[in-house]
Structure formats: structure tokens, C-alpha cells
């Protein structure tokens, strides 16, 4: 089992930046690849980001690519999502999730996870 926890949501303006943190406990961390989904209001959740277990691969949606970087320690057992240049559209709740890294499911759709965490708030004002 692996605890997935959100953290560094908050109220911003266009054009700021936000530091999402998830930090995971339970199982070995380095087992798993990690993504961010993202779920705007009337909206379905939607791929964000992902990071290979050993951080060597990192995807993005094309919504996000130059804006957005992904990253992990996998001594702190934390992964990252540095959000910059936000916009009005990216107002979403945020939720990490992990995926056993050998699963060879596609990392951009939510079944290739097992587990998720709670999601946190991202509001992006004009």
C-alpha cells in the first residue's frame, strides 16, 4: 500500500507559480513511476504529467509542456510539480498518483495508477 499526500495548492494570479508537492510513504518509492492529473470544474480528470521511477523519462501534456516541470527525490520519497506562467484554465483540484514502474501501462491515462492521493487545490485568477 502507498499514502499519497498533496501538498502547495493555493489562490494565484495569472502568470504566477505554484510548487505542488506529493509526498508518498509505504512501499519503496523508486518502484514507482509517478504522474499528476488534473481536474477543472464540469471537467474530467485529465493527464498533466508523468516521471519514470528513476526520473529518466518525463512526459507532458501539450497544455502544460514549457510551463509546467515535473520532478522527484527519491530520497525524500517526494515528487514535484512546478507550475509557472499559470493560467485562468489551469484552476483544478491536483492529484498525484503512482504507478507500479513495470506495469508497461501508458503513463497519460489514469488506469496505468494504482493509487492516488487526496488532490489539492489549484485556483488561478485573471
Known amino acids: 500500500q502507498v499514502q499519497l499526500v498533496e501538498s502547495g495548492g493555493g489562490l494565484v494570479q495569472a502568470g504566477g507559480s505554484l510548487r505542488l508537492s506529493c509526498a508518498a510513504s509505504?512501499?519503496?518509492?523508486?518502484?514507482?513511476?509517478m504522474g499528476w492529473f488534473r481536474q477543472g470544474p464540469g471537467k474530467e480528470r485529465e493527464f498533466v504529467t508523468a516521471?519514470?521511477?528513476?526520473?529518466?523519462?518525463?512526459y507532458y501534456a501539450d497544455s502544460v509542456k514549457g510551463r509546467f516541470t515535473i520532478s522527484r527525490d527519491n530520497a525524500k520519497n517526494t515528487v514535484y510539480l512546478q507550475m509557472n506562467s499559470l493560467k485562468p484554465e489551469d484552476t483544478a483540484v491536483y492529484y498525484c498518483?503512482?504507478?507500479?514502474?513495470?506495469?508497461?501501462?501508458?503513463?497519460?491515462?489514469?488506469?496505468?495508477?494504482?493509487?492516488w492521493g487526496q488532490g489539492t487545490q489549484v485556483t488561478v485568477t485573471s
Open positions: 516521471i519514470t521511477w528513476s526520473g529518466g523519462n518525463t
Open positions: 509505504g512501499r519503496t518509492f523508486s518502484s514507482y513511476n
Open positions: 498518483a503512482a504507478a507500479l514502474r513495470y506495469s508497461g501501462l501508458d503513463l497519460k491515462t489514469p488506469g496505468a495508477y494504482d493509487y
